[in-house]
């Protein structure tokens, strides 16, 4: 007799899976527990329809898993934090500081159960964390543990790269400053002769006038 079942039986199948089994162990069992149904036509035909339904879900995650994988790959998170000697950090590292990271700085959406760190991070350096996205799916971030006076250095060095730019960015300034100056002269020296020429037509029509 086929049945389809609709549980999970030990030792037969699990949800969906379509099986022959004897008749009466169907009968006196499986049927009285509602652990299957019979493979009639309709039945098989929903059954297809599940499948099918289950497949493109399926298809869907797997393709949305990819997609994580992808930009977690290229991630690298940097930390600036206190330490003392021998690169000891005054805290750690967690892997809720890490999921928070991904989410602030990278738009990044994921569970801290799902970053695989035995342990926080409590020295400076750098450290390449997996993250199960899925199963055999564990794409590696890159995290950086720096000291905090590492961290003023770079943005002092950063500022100053921007300070060495701005004397150009000044002499451009001034140059569109003063071609914008140039213009203005010139439309107020149009505008006077226009005026004195209106005010000679003026004079003229007076004249003759007279």
Do not use: C, W
Request: charged share 30%.
């Amino acid at each position: 007799m086929k049945v389809i079942l609709l549980q999970d039986v030990p030792g037969l199948g699990k949800p969906g899976d379509l099986k022959e089994v004897a008749p009466g162990y169907a009968r006196n069992y499986l049927l009285p527990r509602q652990l299957v149904t019979p493979a009639s036509g309709s039945e098989m035909a929903n059954l297809r329809e599940r499948l099918a339904a289950t497949r493109k879900r399926v298809e869907k995650q797997q393709a949305e898993h990819a997609s994580l994988s992808q930009k977690l790959a290229g991630v690298t998170l940097t930390f600036a934090v206190r330490a003392g000697q021998n690169n000891r950090l005054y805290g750690s590292v967690t892997a809720q500081d890490i999921a928070d990271a991904l989410l602030e700085q990278e738009g990044l959406t994921v569970e801290r159960r799902t970053i695989v760190l035995h342990e926080p991070l409590r020295q400076l350096g750098t450290f390449e964390v997996p993250v199960r996205v899925a199963p055999k799916v564990e794409p590696k971030i890159t995290v950086k543990v720096i000291s905090s006076e590492e961290a003023s250095a770079q943005a002092n060095a950063a500022a100053s790269a921007e300070a060495a730019e701005s004397p150009e960015a000044s002499v451009a300034s001034a140059a569109s400053a003063a071609s914008a100056a140039s213009t203005e002269d010139e439309e107020d020296a149009e505008e006077e002769d226009t005026e004195g020429t209106e005010d000679t037509e003026d004079t003229e029509d007076t004249e003759d006038e007279a």
